[in-house]
């Protein structure tokens, strides 16, 4: 349907420490797109400044969001890593976007009203803009591909709808500067500037939900440490939190159907099934009818296993900040490149003199 050539982009925001809902959703998502895709991982710094403007030690976390995509096997060579605010063309092309949507746009965002909470006029003008510097962070590499979790998905509609104004108030001159590609939105053929991004929540990742509600997501919000595995977590505390993680008294069913009104049985074998890259159905006829005093043991070896490497270079990684911040020095500059670009035929189009 489209015929913008495919790219991938995602970002993450540097506030708080990543967690294993982090890990299984959106970055193991990552590595896996390298094989066959051109992707872009970005660290949203700007964003992370919309819902609290000062931060401990951004820097830090910055450095930590990046070291995890390396850790995790992101290839900041063959792909680009960086932070959002080396590139200034994001900020610029948000700027004109701000101009594209509409104040009525921002205000449904359900994440705006989550996060302004009850005292609206207080949120920061940067919250209520929060999504369109998010569609800027994806076109102005005119990027087709964003995978995201399902709580984005609201995000990359308003996306494709500021592009598809753009596209369609600007038809004649897109025509003009010759930068535009034929796509088909629907059964509609329009000459586009920017692609209709597609969202990639589908596929294997799970929801991970919080050690101690079955119910509630794992989040790094959660006062209860207990509550999620951090990706700097020794083995030591994995295998405590597991330990701790709650449970029912029954033992494990043999088929996934008696995973239902189970949340937390559920959330341990999902994380299971993630980890060792199998379906749930396949980790039930391994353990079906074993208590969790079985269960929960083989976990905590398997998620020590898989993590603690992932840890390990992400400690070796923090301790040579200088290399980090090479890194992302570089995939800052290949990134600009491509920015610069779509800000200047952008420019062109909408007629501004440069
Ligand atoms: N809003 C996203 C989140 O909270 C982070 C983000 C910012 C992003 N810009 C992006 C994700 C562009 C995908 C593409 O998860």
Redo the contacts with the bound molecule.
Sequence with gaps: MTAFKPLV?????PTGNLHLGNYLG?IRKFVALQADNDCIY?V?DL?SITAQLVHEDLKGQIRSIAAAFIASGIDPEKHIVFN?SAVPQHAELAWIFNCVARIGWMNRMT?FKDKAGKDRENASLGLLA?PS??AA??LVYRATH????D??KQ??ELARDIAMKFNLDFRDKIRASGTGVDILVGDEPVHAYFPMVEPMIEGPAPRVMSLRDGTKKMSKSDPSDLSRINLMDDAETISKKIRKAKTDPEALPSETEGLKGRPEAENLVGIYAALSDRSKAEVLAEFGGQQFSTFKPALVDLAVNVLSPITAEMRRLMDDTAHIDAILRNGGERARARAEKTIAEVSDIIGFLR
């Design positions: 982009f995602s970002g993450v925001q959106a970005c949203v964003h959002q994440q929060y510097l998010m962070d994806i964003v995978p995201v979790g709580d984005q995000h990359l």
